[in-house]
């Protein structure tokens, strides 16, 4: 398998960072320094050569140094799946006659979009505004899961992005009055492909994601998780043909247009499919456990996920962890850099007390963070 490795990495005018590079040897890089001073802001750096609008969601344009012209710019030298290769992504200085528009580049030739990152490298994060997942609303906890899927699937997020446009376009079709029946058959039609596409990609993986968290069982220090979608669609796939759940689909959105056309939006679909996730030592759903426990599951979540991408896509997935040390307890961070260091992942890690990385000393880098540098720590 190979790993995914970034040996340098140079922001340009990216959040607090006007010009900053490090170089890096190690498969464990601590970011270490005072909330604020700028770790996430390089995580999220790195994000963007995944597919997306990276670990914060971002806009283009909010991530852009207040104190230079509107442009940014991410480059990083990378060790992946096709060898040693240069990533560039970032946007010119906005212009009030054009819309904003991100480039990409692999060894300065442009590419189509973040997607083609893909063929080289995998990406997994685990950030602090995770830690509400369980409790949180069910478009979060698909959100996420989808992020687990495009670590397999880099096309996947461009999928559901066209289902929600197809959505969008016949819901607007719907709020007239005398909406013509061929435009709508023809949206539908659209949707439902789209919908079958983007169903079926969440349920291999939840089916993959579970039999691997069945195995790695008590073998680990964090505890596992059952898992299961609640969305039809991604249920009926794993037994039914897909040109059968497309018919299906395409009949209920059909059936149901005036219905939908009262409530403004499309009430069924896997727009709005749900991941379930029962806390396994004690088998309550994840929401029922504590704080802690919920930590650690989704600790143990991305871990397993980690192993999953390796496995399927022969690309070892880099991981970036945000200020994960935080809330573990001595024996639990010990688990956790041992099991890190199995994965044969580089993995960059945030926090603020620099003795909580005092054992990566041997096994990896610290950087120290302050005021838009990044430094190695003596």
């Not at 340098?8 to 464990?28: E, G, I, N, P």
């Not at 059952?226 to 037994?239: K, Q, V």
């Not at 059936?255 to 806390?279: E, K, S």
């Not at 991408?309 to 200020?323: C, H, N, Q, R």
Request: aromatic residues 6%; contains cysteine; glycine residues 8%.
């Amino acid at each position: 398998m190979t790993p995914s490795r970034i040996n340098r990495l140079a922001l340009t005018h990216f959040r607090s960072y006007r010009a900053a590079s490090v170089s890096v040897q190690a498969d464990m890089v601590a970011l270490v320094g005072a909330n604020g001073a700028g770790k996430t802001n390089c995580l999220e750096a790195i994000s963007f050569f995944a597919p997306g609008r990276g670990l914060r969601r971002a806009t283009l344009e909010d991530v852009a140094d207040n104190q230079g012209d509107g442009s940014w710019a991410v480059s990083a030298e990378v060790e992946g799946a096709l060898g040693l290769t240069t990533f560039g992504t970032g946007i010119e200085p906005p212009r009030s006659d054009a819309s904003t528009i991100r480039r990409c580049r692999i060894d300065r030739e442009p590419v189509g979009s973040a997607a083609a990152f893909g063929d080289h490298i995998r990406m997994v994060w685990l950030t602090p505004a995770m830690d509400g997942l369980f409790m949180g609303a069910a478009s979060e906890r698909r959100r996420f899961f989808d992020r687990l899927v495009l670590a397999i699937d880099s096309e996947h997020s461009s999928r559901v992005s066209a289902l929600e446009r197809s959505l969008r376009s016949r819901n607007r079709l719907l709020e007239v009055r005398n909406f013509d029946d061929h435009w709508c058959d023809a949206i539908e039609r659209e949707t439902a492909e789209l919908a079958v596409a983007v169903a079926a990609s969440r349920g291999q993986t939840a089916l993959k994601l579970a039999a691997m968290l069945r195995q790695r069982g008590a073998a680990s220090a964090f505890p596992s998780a059952e898992i299961a979608l609640d969305g039809w669609m991604e249920n009926a796939l794993l037994t039914e043909p897909a040109l059968a759940v497309e018919d299906r689909y395409r009949a209920m959105l059909r059936d149901n247009r005036a219905r939908d056309a009262a409530a403004g939006r499309t009430l069924d679909g896997p727009h709005l499919t749900d991941l379930h996730v029962i806390y396994a030592p004690k088998n309550m759903p994840a929401r029922d456990a504590s704080t802690g426990e919920q930590k650690a599951l989704l600790i143990g979540l991305i871990l397993a996920h980690a192993t999953l991408v390796a496995e399927t896509t022969g690309i070892v997935p880099m991981l970036l962890l945000d200020e994960i040390v935080a809330h573990l307890d001595p024996g639990r961070r010990t688990a956790l850099f041992a099991e890190l260091g199995t994965l044969g992942a580089q993995v960059w890690l945030t926090g603020a007390d620099p003795a909580a990385f005092a054992e990566l000393r041997e096994l990896g880098e610290i950087f120290d963070v302050e005021a838009g540098r990044i430094s190695a720590r003596r």
